[in-house]
């Protein structure tokens, strides 16, 4: 199982950023994907999860409104699309599936 994500970088707060995840190594349509984060000197948290046809979406309250995940079996990516940027979104965001993590990738917001 192979979870690799991209996409972070500096974002200015208010701006916008699109993480993905590209998987391999397992059937990926018949697996929820989530995505946590975890900002410095703070424990990971969930951050959202897609269902398996894409049709189930759940977020944390503090990102409703302004995240959106989506995905894409055929090409075994999910995204997570992240406007109105807050610093407190500050953070290593990781793809999950069951027990498997990716390496993570960073999202800082500052002006």
């Known amino acids: 199982v192979q979870l690799v994500e991209s996409g972070g970088g500096l974002a200015q707060p208010g701006g916008s950023l699109t993480l993905s995840c590209v998987a391999s190594?397992?059937?990926?349509?018949?697996?929820?994907i989530s995505w946590y984060r975890q900002a410095p000197g703070k424990e990971r948290e969930w951050v959202a999860t897609?269902?398996?046809?894409?049709?189930?979406?759940t977020y944390v309250d503090s990102v409703k409104g302004r995240f959106t995940m989506s995905r894409d079996n055929a090409k075994k990516t999910v995204w997570l699309q992240m406007n109105n940027l807050k610093p407190e979104d500050t953070a290593k965001y990781y793809c999950?599936?069951?027990?498997?993590w990716g390496q993570g990738t960073l999202v800082t917001v500052s002006s």
């Open positions: 999950y599936r069951r027990g498997y």
């Open positions: 897609i269902g398996r046809q894409g049709n189930s979406k």
């Open positions: 190594g397992f059937t990926f349509s018949m697996s929820d």
